[in-house]
């Protein structure tokens, strides 16, 4: 079988393989290759080679589902064997025997009691079919392995010879933290040896550059168990990093005319029930009661400034009003997917809620897609968007839904901007436009959001005064453009390597004295410097010289500065630059002149 064999067709969107297929003549050939259509399919079947490969392995093995996700496939199943990350490569080997004997693959198709009846044994494949609502179930069929499936498939797993099992977990049947615990394997697959090559480097290099490494090794952030799972704590340079953040981004708000608000983290449930949260995100929420009265932690921080901004009557003269919040917000996630930073059960949103007229929504959307632009480019980010449209649990009229989002591919439409399609991925109160970036090592992440609600104005019976002196609904436009503090300084720190740019940098100065008579020059350096908020440590352990300077080199600190009897008796310092890997001396008044120059860098 040839490599550039055709291993499906693209029909209104929907990936058909080969073996489902009934009129190729109006759909688009994908053929095995590289592609995203492609890869889907060679990962899905790149899945079930492995079960097939686990069966053999495991003759009692279970299986539940295999999809493709966004790092690749998994695959969920039980056997009464422990499986570590030391068989991972006894599968890979079986994986393979069974790619070289070029199975086909089949499909066929039985009424959906003819599949309880034959898999009746089999409580994983019960678990299935009990979601799925269709009287006829498919079934995809390779030697003597065969199982559930919608597919889509390659024809022949003659075709599946470039993939990697990547890691083991547990995940709970069917992501219920109450059922069963099922082995989870990971894997990745491409069409060439080249491709996987090329992923496999990127994934040592991202070990190197994990956030949880160096913030352990930085000294960032910390975890306590005893405490709670997903709570971060900030330790002093973390603190120091996310402050320098925070300010950079305070100032950005105030010159493109945001106001700074501030809600509280507790409301009463009547308040979540009116917005929609306590029936479409309740099981998300953290609830309580005081006085006989539930009250709910915030996920989001919509409500408060609704509240804020009933207050007082307004005018058209007074939209678009722009609210800006560091909301602290509490989410229940489930265990099993808290990953560092980028996934917590507090974190703190960098918001903003807008309140405009609907004439102004284009205006208000392309202002704030030029600031996500301009963050995007300080911190050297690629960026894509996508327009997520309305989800299956969702509030509103599906009219008002249209509405909000012809609203977004008006506003992107008609000025050039590029966007693809999430279809159901909107928030349940609104379609939104996501922001994606792409990191230094080619990496997609999930951070910004532009939302537009019609529905929470409905809801709170928020109006302004019209130019005819009547009352209109406004429209709210929720905004993050880093999505959350703790998920972009995790980004951040991978993107960087721990290597930040000098004006957000934990630390940005350490200072070496040489003998205990010049520490006296670098507490003063170090008190002018906080003049100028520039964070530095001074390193006076009496330990040797050499010793000190390499430590300070290990904390990935942008200036070293070196102080010995020349530097006191000139007022120089000797510097070790590391962002330009070169040493140099500078008077006093020069390096706080560079200094104050790196610090103009970080504007936005």
């Known amino acids: 079988m040839s490599k550039n064999t055709i291993i499906g067709y693209l029909c209104d969107g ?63 199943f039980k056997t009464s064997e422990k499986i570590t990350e030391e068989d991972l490569k006894k599968i890979e080997k079986k994986m393979k025997e069974l790619a070289k004997k070029g199975f086909e693959i089949t499909k066929y198709e039985i009424s959906k009691d003819e599949a309880l009846k034959k898999f ?49 977990a547990g995940a709970y049947l069917g992501g219920d933290e109450k059922a069963e615990m099922l082995t989870r394997i990971y894997g990745i697959a491409f069409a060439d040896k080249e491709s996987l090559k090329a992923y496999l480097k990127m994934l040592e290099e991202a070990k190197k550059r994990d ?29 120091r990093l996310r402050s320098k953040l925070e300010q950079i981004l305070w100032k950005a708000h105030r010159i493109r005319g945001y106001e700074p608000v501030r809600g509280p983290e507790i409301l009463k449930a009547n308040m979540w029930r009116t917005s929609g949260h306590y029936a479409c995100y309740g099981e998300n929420m953290y609830l309580t009661e005081i006085d006989s009265q539930e009250y709910g932690l915030k996920p989001m ?5 609704i509240l804020i901004y009933k207050q007082s009557v307004k005018s058209y003269r007074d939209l678009p009003l722009k609210y800006f919040e560091y909301g602290v917000v509490h989410r229940h996630e489930k265990s099993g997917v808290l990953h ?9 949103q960098d918001d903003a809620h807008i309140f405009c007229t609907p004439e102004q929504i284009k205006d208000v959307v392309l202002e704030v897609i030029e600031f996500v632009d301009a963050v995007m480019k300080k911190f050297g980010f690629d960026y894509s968007m996508e327009i997520s449209t309305k989800p299956q649990k969702a509030i509103g009229d599906d009219e008002v839904w249209e509405i909000a989002t012809k609203a977004l591919k008006d506003a992107l439409d008609e000025n050039g901007l590029s966007y693809g399609i999430d279809e159901g991925g909107g928030a349940f109160y609104g379609p939104k436009i996501d922001v994606k970036i792409t990191d230094a090592i080619g990496r997609k992440w999930q951070c910004g959001t532009v939302q537009v609600d019609f529905n929470l104005p409905e809801r709170f019976n928020i109006e302004y005064v019209a130019e005819d002196n009547t009352r209109k609904r406004p429209v709210m436009i929720h905004r993050a453009i880093l999505g959350s503090f703790e ?36 507490k003063e350096l170090q008190k ?64 706080m002149l560079q200094l104050s120059e790196d610090l103009k860098e970080g504007k936005i």
């Open 14 to 76: 929907e990936i058909v393989d080969t073996q489902s297929i009934k009129d190729p003549s109006s759909c688009k050939e994908i053929e095995f290759g590289n592609s995203k259509e492609a890869l889907d399919i060679i990962r899905h079947s790149t899945a079930h080679l492995m079960a097939q490969a686990i069966k053999e392995l495991y003759p009692d093995a279970k299986f539940f589902v295999g999809p493709v996700v966004e790092e690749g496939f998994y695959y969920d």
């Open 120 to 168: 009746e044994s089999d409580e994983l494949k019960q678990a299935v079919l009990k979601n799925i609502p269709a009287q006829n179930v498919s079934i995809y069929k390779q030697g003597e392995f065969e199982d559930l499936c919608r597919g889509p498939h390659v024809p022949s797993t003659k075709l599946l010879q470039n993939f990697k099992l990547t890691k083991v």
């Open 211 to 239: 956030h949880r490494k160096l913030g352990k090794e930085m000294e960032l952030f910390m975890f306590d168990e005893e405490a709670g799972a997903g709570l971060p704590f900030w330790m002093p340079k973390g603190a």
């Open 301 to 305: 921080n919509c409500i408060g400034h």
């Open 340 to 348: 560092g930073l980028l996934r917590v059960r507090e974190f703190t």
């Open 487 to 522: 998920r972009f300084i995790a980004i951040l720190t991978e993107h960087y390597a721990g290597e930040f740019p000098t004006f957000i940098a934990p630390t940005q100065v350490i200072f070496v004295p040489i003998a205990p008579s010049h520490l006296e020059y670098a």
């Open 528 to 591: 002018e410097l906080i003049e100028l908020n520039i964070d530095s440590e001074i390193y006076d352990k009496s330990e040797s010289l050499n010793k000190r300077i390499r430590t300070a080199e290990k904390q990935r600190v942008p200036y070293v500065a070196i102080i010995g009897d020349e530097e006191v008796k000139n007022n120089t310092i000797a510097i070790r630059d590391r962002r330009k890997k070169s040493q140099y001396n500078l008077t006093k008044d020069k390096f």
